[in-house]
């Protein structure tokens, strides 16, 4: 069993930022991968960002440029930090273990105002 614990969320004016964290019940080396999901109210959930073990990263177009996902191996977590927050970012983020199953976090709201 995986767990995984979300903070950093909170209210923002658009070109803001904000640093999400997940802090992960094991050790990052046995997962395949960590992600970054968002889910807007009545919209399915999409990825946002993905690191995998050997630190290749990747990310939906959306989020290219702004945001970044990076990880602490030490400290067994995994960030998101997002810059030039826009209005359509405004949903609730999750993060999640790949180790052949997906293991979810909570999840934490991010609200960009205009």
């Known amino acids: 069993q995986v767990q995984l614990v979300e903070s950093g969320g909170g209210l923002v004016q658009a070109g803001g930022s904000l640093r999400l964290s997940c802090v992960v019940s094991?050790?990052?080396?046995?997962?395949?991968?960590m992600t970054w999901h968002r889910q807007a109210p009545g919209q399915p959930r999409d990825l946002v960002a993905r690191?995998?073990?050997?630190?290749?990263?990747n990310y939906d177009d959306s989020v290219k440029g702004r945001f970044t996902i990076s990880r602490d191996n030490a400290k067994r977590t995994v960030y998101l930090q997002m810059n030039m927050l826009k209005p359509e970012d405004t949903a609730v983020y999750y993060c999640a273990a790949d180790k052949g199953p997906y293991y979810w976090g909570q999840g934490t709201q991010v609200t960009v105002s205009s």
């Open positions: 094991v050790s990052l080396f046995s997962l395949n991968a």
């Open positions: 690191i995998t073990t050997d630190g290749r990263t």
